[in-house]
C-alpha cells in the first residue's frame, strides 16, 4: 500500500475545478504548488486554503523551462514532489473543422497538450523519488467521443487521455501510477458564458442529457483526491468520466 501524499502541484489552481482540487487537497494535509498566469486568482485559491506552507507562482503552462524551475524549487524546498494534478486548460473557440481559426487550433493544442507534457516532463524527475506517486490529468467527456463544435478541444483532450495512458505504460512499475478523469460539463469560467448564452431550449436538453445536472468543481475534485489518495493504489492508466450520467446513455 502506498503511503499519504505530502506535496502535489495543481496547474490551472486559480478558478474552477483546479481551485476545489487545491481546496480538496489541502483539507487532506497536502501542501500544494499552485501554478497559473494571473497571481490574483491564485492568491485568492491560497486564502481559501487550510494549512499552511503552501506556493503560489504565476507560469504559463506553456513556457517549459519556467515551470520546471517552479516545480524544481517547489519540490527541492519540501522534501520532494508526490502528485502532479495537471488541469490547465483553455476551449477559445466552439466550432467545426471548417471554421477552427488557426490561433485557435494551435493555443488549444499548446495549453492542453503541451502543456500537461511540460508540466508531466518537469515534475516525473521529483515523482520517481516519492514511492507513493501519482499524476491525474484532466481530460474530458469531448476527449473521449465526438462532440458539436469542439474540433479543437475534443482532439486535444484525447490527446490527453491517450498521452496519460502512455505515462502510465512508461512509469507504473517505477512507482508513478497516471490516471486521467473526464468529467461532464461543470459550470466554470471555461464555459460560463456559452452556457448563459444558448438557447434555453438547447441549454434544458445539455441539463437533461446529464443524468444528475450539470456539475460542480467539488464533485470532480473528490474523484480527482481519491485517484492521488492510497485509496487508488491499484488504478493506473485508467479514464473515468465523472459526467452526471452523460456518456451512459
Ligand atoms: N468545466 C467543464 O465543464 C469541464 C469539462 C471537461 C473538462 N474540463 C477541464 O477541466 C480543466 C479545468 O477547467 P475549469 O472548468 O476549472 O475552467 P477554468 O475555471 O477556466 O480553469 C482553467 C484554469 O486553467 C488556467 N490556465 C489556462 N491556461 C493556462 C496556461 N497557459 N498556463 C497556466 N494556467 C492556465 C486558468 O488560469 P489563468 O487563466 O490565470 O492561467 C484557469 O485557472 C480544464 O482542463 C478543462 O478543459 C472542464
Not at 507562482?57 to 517552479?70: M, Q
Not at 467545426?96 to 493544442?109: K, N, R, Y
Not at 476527449?143 to 486535444?156: E, I, Q, T
Request: charged fraction near 15%.
Amino acid at each position: 500500500m502506498s503511503q499519504q501524499i505530502r506535496t502535489a502541484v495543481i496547474t490551472g489552481a486559480g478558478s474552477g475545478i483546479g481551485r476545489a482540487v487545491a481546496q480538496e487537497f489541502a483539507n487532506n494535509g497536502v501542501r500544494l504548488l499552485l501554478v497559473g498566469r494571473r497571481l490574483a486568482m491564485l492568491k485568492d485559491t491560497l486564502d481559501s486554503l487550510s494549512g499552511d506552507g503552501h506556493s503560489v507562482v504565476a507560469v504559463d503552462v506553456t513556457n517549459a523551462g519556467e515551470l520546471k524551475t517552479a516545480i524544481d524549487d517547489f519540490a527541492n524546498s519540501n522534501n520532494g514532489l508526490d502528485c502532479l494534478v495537471a488541469n490547465a486548460g483553455i476551449n477559445p473557440q466552439r466550432a467545426a473543422a471548417a471554421d477552427v481559426d488557426a490561433d485557435a487550433w494551435g493555443e488549444t493544442l499548446r495549453v492542453n497538450l503541451d502543456g500537461v507534457h511540460n508540466s508531466c516532463q518537469s515534475a516525473i524527475p521529483h515523482l520517481l523519488k516519492s514511492g507513493s506517486a501519482s499524476v491525474v490529468t484532466i481530460g474530458s467527456i469531448a476527449g473521449l467521443k465526438g462532440m458539436v463544435a469542439r474540433a479543437a478541444y475534443g482532439p486535444s483532450k484525447a490527446a490527453v487521455i491517450n498521452y496519460t495512458q502512455s505515462l502510465a505504460t512508461d512509469y507504473s512499475r517505477q512507482g508513478i501510477r497516471a490516471n486521467c478523469v473526464c468529467p461532464g460539463f461543470v459550470v466554470t469560467d471555461i464555459n460560463r458564458k456559452w452556457l448563459e448564452g444558448l438557447p434555453s431550449a438547447k441549454r434544458e436538453s445539455l441539463e437533461e442529457r446529464h443524468l444528475l445536472g450539470l456539475g460542480t468543481p467539488p464533485q470532480v475534485a473528490s474523484l480527482i483526491w481519491f485517484l492521488a489518495s492510497p485509496g487508488a493504489s491499484w488504478m493506473t492508466g485508467n479514464v473515468i468520466a465523472v459526467d452526471g450520467g452523460y456518456s451512459c446513455h
